[in-house]
């Protein structure tokens, strides 16, 4: 049965109103050997420009935790990446909570160095987790990140699919036309706390 496609923005500001579950200093931590795996640039010229151009930082490529460290300053290339168009990316939430949205940052076409940002995701949907040997998890939600947005988008979830999770899924469907990688700068989750 496929899923109905979910599509409910709500103001950039609302994500900075609400408490992100997934953020590593509340607690948030990633589920690394349920995620996809990072990218690597295949040839030395490749890493190169990947890592030293892009990757500035001296503590090396972004690795999975880079998605919920809560970085605000959106830099071009400082983003965790895994191969192709479709990967996913398990995050233990910092306290068991009802999900009402979700967060997704990726730098705007203004500050792309190409004006483009075809390895920003596309379609993805979210899955709620009650443990890990959970083997895909309870749908939450299908929504899609709008290319010609701001570079903070919130999505709200169906009311029906407020229910408590421990653990949140996201899964990346496609990207917006880059056919080695996708680039995840932060994932948020909001939502309420289980009482």
């Known amino acids: 049965m496929k899923k109905e496609q979910q599509r409910v923005d709500t103001p950039p500001a609302a994500a900075h109103n609400m408490s992100d579950y997934a953020l590593e200093s509340n607690g948030g ?23 030293n151009i892009f990757w500035t930082d001296l503590r090396g490529p972004p690795s999975h935790r ?18 192709g168009g479709r990967g996913h990316l398990v995050v233990s939430l ?21 004006g483009q940002i075809s390895e920003a995701p596309k379609n993805f949907a979210v899955f709620g987790m009650s443990s890990l040997d959970e083997a895909e998890g309870t749908w939450l939600g299908s929504f899609q990140y709008n290319q010609d947005g701001g570079a903070i988008q919130t999505f709200q979830l169906p009311e029906s699919a407020k229910r408590v999770f421990k653990f949140v899924k996201l899964v990346v469907e496609s990207n917006w036309g880059h056919e080695v990688y996708t680039c995840l700068y932060r994932f948020r989750v909001h939502g309420t706390l289980s009482q």
């Open 94 to 114: 910092s306290h068991p909570v009802s999900v009402t949205h979700v967060t997704l940052d990726h730098i705007s076409k203004t500050v792309s160095p190409t």
């Open 29 to 51: 931590s990633v589920m690394q050997k349920h995620s996809s795996k990072t990218y690597r640039a295949p040839s030395p010229y490749q890493s190169y420009l990947f890592y």
């Open 66 to 83: 880079t998605v919920i460290q809560g970085n605000t300053d959106l830099r071009p290339g400082y983003c965790w990446a895994f191969a």
